[in-house]
């Protein structure tokens, strides 16, 4: 069975202070892996796509690595306005088909404090 | 550009009372189509996916069921609701070869009393 865990399962930063959210899976036929940004009663809202191991990628204040088993979402001096919740999802081959579906983790609630 | 209309955005039902969520996409043609349930501090939980017109996966048993009409539009329905059907409902699609994964709607909050 397909796993994903995020860790922490919340995160409080002060303004300016660095750090790295965690994902980690366990997945057959992995086909990339997504991290998406929810804010409160809004849809997520896509940021990154990785495919492979060592890949990065870099969006403003944001950036995502990926190992062959954990991706890591990098938050450099953040801001108030960068606190959400966090979401990753592997995607995964569904069925034995070419189709793929994403697998979501339970997320990261990231608050910044000013 | 593409666009994604769910509605409506909140919704009280009482229990045993049908239900019925739509979810439309403009701008594309022959998308995948995904209802999604997240409850309260969870994660994403998938329901039901459409890769075409009639053609409709359930991922966990449940008391609700999903139908697709036509190439751009998604409903979920169910007959009697639950205490437990409560959550907030997003749809989402999709097309292959993307790499933007999904494209959410803004969901739909639903509270069965």
């Known amino acids: 069975e397909d796993q994903v865990t995020q860790s922490p399962e919340a995160l409080r930063l002060q303004e300016g202070e660095s750090s790295s959210l965690n994902c980690s899976y366990t997945?057959?036929?992995?086909?990339?892996l997504f991290w998406y940004r929810q804010d409160p009663g809004k849809g997520p809202e896509f940021l990154f796509t990785?495919?492979?191991a060592g890949e990065e990628k870099e969006k403003e204040r944001l950036k995502a690595t990926l190992t062959k088993k954990e991706s890591f979402l990098h938050i450099t001096a953040p801001k108030p306005e960068d606190s959400a919740t966090y979401l990753c999802?592997?995607?995964?081959?569904?069925?034995?088909?070419?189709?793929?579906?994403?697998?979501f983790g339970q997320g990261t609630i990231l608050t910044v404090h000013p | 550009s593409q666009t994604i209309h769910q509605w409506p955005a909140t919704l009280v039902q009482p229990v045993g009372s049908p239900l019925s969520l739509e979810c439309t996409v403009e701008g594309t043609s022959n998308p995948n189509l995904y209802w999604y349930r997240q409850a309260a501090g969870r994660g994403l939980q998938l329901l039901f996916y459409?890769?075409?017109?009639?053609?409709i996966s359930s991922e966990v048993p449940q008391n609700l069921s999903a139908s697709r009409p036509q190439d751009r539009q998604f409903i979920l329905s169910s007959k009697k609701l639950l205490l437990s059907d409560s959550g907030f409902y997003l749809c989402?699609?999709?097309?292959?070869?993307?790499?933007?994964?999904?494209?959410f709607g803004s969901g739909t909050r639903l509270t069965v009393v």
């Open positions: 997945v057959s036929g992995l086909r990339g």
């Open positions: 459409s890769v075409g017109i009639g053609q």
């Open positions: 990785l495919y492979s």
């Open positions: 999802a592997p995607r995964v081959n569904a069925g034995g088909t070419s189709y793929g579906k994403l697998t």
């Open positions: 989402a699609w999709s097309r292959e070869g993307t790499q933007r994964g999904y494209t």
